[in-house]
């Protein structure tokens, strides 16, 4: 089975910018999570997406949105660029509600904006 | 709430002694418990879970985890630890109910030194 991929692996943004990143899951997953993670704040929960629905939410700005599709990939979109959104973003896909209920991540993009 | 505590941000060892990353949680409803390993500019890897049955899980590349009910503690163990683990370690919870499941929960990691 293919593992979860992300694209794109690297993206060099400025200021103000806003950029999209994506993520196709493991087939057959249906829950889509994104998290940021940086050497200061450690792994931040975004949100989570299930069946094309937003099931969970952390705690981040309105900046920071996403959506499945129907086929469960799932994209990220963050808006008006701040310095302080460079980050490894990973997204992992997973079943939830059943025994084989285990998050499988991606290897992440790595953002920088300058 | 949920949450996962791991109190070491460091742990270090010496190739071929034991090994023990600790790890402490809160859950409303039925735990799902997980280990994590991350290599560095890499994704997260699953080592092993913790769902329900016997409390001894074992994972991946020797590792082991004792799922403790009564002290709400699932420490990652290693009888006898090698330079390749050196690595960052995550504790994660998912809170089971009878109808739903809660996010993601993980620890703010604990980073392994295996010394030669």
């Known amino acids: 089975k293919a593992g979860v991929t992300q694209t794109p692996r690297y993206l060099i943004k400025t200021r103000g910018q806003q950029v999209t990143l994506s993520c196709s899951p493991i087939s057959g997953h249906r829950s889509v999570s994104w998290y940021q993670q940086t050497p200061g704040q450690g792994l931040q929960f975004l949100f989570e997406y299930f069946s094309e629905t937003q099931r969970n939410k952390g705690n981040f700005p309105g900046r920071f949105s996403g959506r499945q599709f129907s086929n469960s990939r799932s994209e990220m979109n963050v808006s008006t660029l701040e310095l302080g959104d460079s980050a490894l973003y990973l997204c992992a896909s997973s079943s939830p509600g059943t025994a084989t209920d285990t998050q499988y991540f991606g290897p992440g993009t790595r953002l920088t904006v300058l | 709430a949920q949450s996962v505590a791991q109190p070491e941000d460091q742990v270090n060892v010496a190739e071929g002694n034991p090994l023990t990353v600790k790890c402490t949680y809160s859950v409303s409803g039925n735990p799902y418990l997980f280990w994590y390993v991350q290599y560095p500019n890499r994704g997260l890897q699953f080592l092993l879970k913790?769902?329900?049955?016997?409390?001894l899980v074992k994972g991946s590349y020797g590792f082991e985890a004792e799922f403790n009910k009564s002290q709400t503690s699932f420490h990652l163990k290693k009888p006898s630890a090698l330079v390749s683990d050196s690595a960052l370690y995550f504790c994660?919870?998912?809170?089971?109910?009878?109808?739903?499941?809660?996010?993601?929960?993980f620890g703010a990691g604990t980073q392994v030194v295996v010394t030669p």
């Open positions: 994660a919870v998912r809170a089971l109910t009878t109808d739903s499941w809660g996010k993601f929960q």
């Open positions: 913790y769902i329900t049955g016997d409390n």
